[in-house]
Every structure is written in C-alpha cells, then in structure tokens.
C-alpha cells in the first residue's frame, strides 16, 4: 500500500531525510558505514546503505563498533570517503551522517547531519521516516523494535519464544506470528557468530533490507564458514542446563548476601532476583533472557558482571508495568558513593590506556584509538587540568597515536589531566525506566569486583519489595 506521507515527501511537500542529503550525494559518491553489532545495528546499516543508493552514494565497507574498548579498536574510514554512523550513541569527529535512537548522544561534531530520535529501535526512524518510502516492511519493524525494546509481553512471547535457536514454519500459526519466530531466530544467529571475523559485515553488505533476506544470508554465510548454526540448541541447552536452580540458586536473606555470589550463581531476595557472573560459557550457548527462564517469578534483575558492570532490569516476560525508573535508581546508588569515588582520581593517561585495551586484542595499527577528543566528548565538563595553547597542541598530538605506541615521555605529558571515578561511571552509566547499566566499574581495578557486589546489594535493596503493577 503507497502511503499519503511516502507521496508528499516523494514531492518534498513534507520534510524527511538526512539534512542537505543532495549536497552530500554530490560531494561524496562512496561512503563507509559503522554500525552497532546487534539486530537493530544490522538492520539500521542495511536500511541506511539502501538510502544511500537512492542518492547515489556507494557503501563500499562496512564495520561494526561496540561501546567499551571495542570502540576505540574499531578501525579508521577509508581516507576521502564520507563516514556514517548508525545506531550508536557516541558521535565521531569524522562522521558525516549520524542516526541513533537511544536516550542522549555525546561528541556529535557540529555540522554533522545527524537524526536522534528516541524510538524503540534505530531502523524504524531510517525506514520510516528518514527514507521517502519504506525501506523494511512493517511487520519487520515490530519484530526488529520488540528485540531491540524487550517488549515481549505486549506481543504475548515467553522465555521459550525468545530463547527459541532454530526456525520452521508452523502452519497452524499465523504468517505474522511465523514472521516474527523467524526474526527472533535471525537475531540469535546474529548474537551467536557476532564475534566471528566479518560476519556481521557481510550480511550487511550482501542482504537485501528483510528479515528474510537478512536470515537467509546469515545462515548462508555461518555454513559457509565453517559454522553450524543448525546446532546452536547444543550449546545453549548446556548453558542452561548449567544454570538450573539446583546448581546454582543460592538462598539470600539479606543483600548483603549478594557480595558472596560466585560466577553464575544466583538467588531472590523478595521481589528480585540477584545474579553474579554468567556462569559457564564454553561453546557460547550464553544468552541474557535464561535468569527469567530459570526464576520466572522474578519482578526484576540485578546481574552484576565480573568485568565492571551492574545492569537492573524488569521481567520482559510478566504482565505489568514498571512502576519505578530504573535509571533514577542507578543514580541514587552511586551518589551514596559519591566522596568514594571522588577519591578515586584517573589520569588521561590510565585512561586512554584502559579504553586501548581491545587495540591490541581486537584492533590495528588503524584503529580509532581513544583521543583528546573522545575525552572531551565523554567527561569534558568534569575533567581537570585540561591543556592550553602550546601544551593543548602537543597533548592532542600525542592523543592522537595509539598508546602503545607512546614513549614513556609522552605518556608522562597525559598525567596533568584527571577525572574522578565517580565522573567516569555516571557519564558511562545510563539506562531508561525499565533497564539500567552501571558502566566503567573497571576503572577502579583492584576494587571493581567488590565495588560491583556492592552495587548489586544495593540495587537489589531498593528493588526488593519492588513490583509491577
């Protein structure tokens, strides 16, 4: 069906679009596209690419990006070609077009043709609005925008429906309810082989903008190299069965008793359930959703993961809204802390070393590395002893190469800078009404591990006699 909005923009009569996309066509005729390594992120740099060629603009590459030291180890655009970045928060110098749909962006350059929107996915804005016409069908939208939101509830999926690794049509189902069955498993494959050299890429590159197509190509390309996607039950299976509450559900009667959770275990105090770690991952059968399988009583969670990271979230799967803000709750838990952390003093060059770690795991001589800029853009306002004149010059040169790489004199020149922890968590901590990250937990090292159990007991204190209505 042609809609009436699709016409009127078609003839310009309505406003839609990336701003001053002409000039930009004219000026750039190739283009590199980053994107966020998750469903939305997949879809989003499909929709996007499909856009581009409406206008002329070749996407010759294609690359994905993660917050956290995969950030920062993503690697350089192609010298001379127009860079665009979707479904990612945090902006680039070098971005020309930028789409994001999350809560607030941070270091979006001035004069960057960008379109935030906060939706329940990214790809709905690219398709239905920035695009002319549709680019995904509707009913891919939802499915795309009910994984990306978690709204499982409303579209009457259960743990099984989500946790579901293999498709086939059920002909006593209806076509919209074997449409989103199929795009649920497109996403589990996708999270199943993310970390696999350019897999996510190809499909980008390669796959028509359905969900069809994009499974189609995905599975296509996991056989293709090596992998079996028919399989992916086995390992999850494993994962769950490791899980199960008779291995690791532990008795709480305190919050206290959090702090004594090992890797994987787990317990309810009150209305929440408390969890430590993941458990194990051999054979990456991981996913987030099997806590609410294993306790499917549970109102909300607090998963707080060895590496420096709490994250607070309703059930997806129980009726009822959430009656508490959940990201208010997160602040509220680390102003307690707040003289603790302030403490705690980093310097640009602890932490440009931090966000550097991936370079040498993951990255290149060519990866983006953590810069001047990046500081600025992140913790700018909360920074102290930021250069000036001469000194700015040569702080920002040497920002600029990748730290290991520094000689120790360069190194020396970063230290003047500082930021506290406190600052560093909250502006890398964020989350809206029904789900919440506390981030950067890491950059306190030698305390992250019981600085992260501190802030589960905490978080599952004020969530403990929490319940949606």
């Known amino acids: 069906m042609i809609k009436l909005t699709n016409i009127l923009k078609e003839i310009h009569i309505l406003e839609s679009g990336i701003r001053d996309i002409n000039r930009l066509a004219k000026e750039n005729k190739q283009a590199d596209l980053y994107f966020h390594m998750d469903l939305d992120g997949v879809t989003s740099a499909i929709g996007m690419k499909s856009y581009l060629e409406r206008y002329g603009i070749k996407v010759v590459r294609a690359e994905h990006i993660q917050y956290g030291g995969r950030e920062y180890a993503a690697p350089k655009p192609t010298p001379g070609h127009m860079v665009v970045l979707v479904d990612f928060a945090h902006g680039k110098p070098m971005v020309t077009i930028h789409t994001d749909h999350h809560e607030s962006q941070s270091g979006v350059e001035a004069g960057t043709s960008a379109k935030f929107k906060k939706k329940p996915s990214n790809i709905e804005t690219i398709s239905q609005e920035i695009s002319p016409s549709d680019i995904f069908p509707t009913e891919d939208i939802k499915t795309i925008s009910t994984v990306d939101s978690a709204d499982f509830v409303r579209q009457g999926l259960d743990v099984d429906d989500v946790l579901q690794t293999a498709f086939k049509l059920n002909t006593s189902r209806s076509l919209e309810r074997n449409r989103m069955a199929m795009g649920l498993v497109t996403n589990k494959v996708i999270l199943a082989f993310k970390n696999q050299p350019r897999f996510l890429e190809n499909i980008v590159m390669e796959a028509k903008p359905s969900l069809i197509s994009i499974y189609t190509v995905a599975m296509k390309n996991a056989r293709s190299a090596g992998l079996k996607p028919e399989d992916l039950d086995i390992p999850q299976a494993f994962y769950i069965r490791s899980q199960r509450p008779e291995v690791k559900r532990k008795d709480l009667k305190r919050p206290s008793d959090a702090s004594k959770l090992q890797n994987g275990e787990y317990g309810m105090l009150g209305n929440v359930l408390v969890q430590y770690g993941m458990g194990a991952l051999k054979g990456g059968g991981y996913d987030r959703y099997v806590p609410f399988k294993n306790v499917p009583e549970a109102e909300y969670l607090v998963l707080g993961y060895p590496m420096g990271l709490v994250q607070a979230s309703k059930n997806p799967f129980k009726k009822g809204s959430n009656p508490y803000n959940l990201g208010d709750i997160g602040k509220k838990v680390l ?15 602890d932490i440009k070393k931090m966000m550097e770690q991936d370079v040498e795991r993951k ?10 800029k990046d500081l600025v853009a992140l913790f700018g306002d909360s920074a102290k002893g930021m250069p000036k004149d001469q000194q700015k010059e040569l702080v920002d040169t040497i920002s600029n190469k990748l730290y290991k790489d520094l000689t120790p004199e360069e190194k020396k020149q970063l230290e003047g800078i500082t930021v506290s922890a406190y600052d560093i968590i909250t502006k890398s901590s964020g989350g809206h009404k029904d789900i919440t990250n506390i981030s950067g937990i890491n950059f306190l090292k030698f305390d992250s591990v019981s600085f992260t159990k501190r802030v589960m ?13």
């Open 363 to 372: 990255g290149s001589d060519e990866s983006f590395g953590f810069t001047m």
């Open 335 to 349: 102003n307690k802390y707040k003289s603790y952390l302030d403490s705690k003093i980093l310097t640009m060059r």
């Open 457 to 469: 007991e905490e978080l599952a204190n004020e969530l403990k006699n929490a319940k949606l209505q």
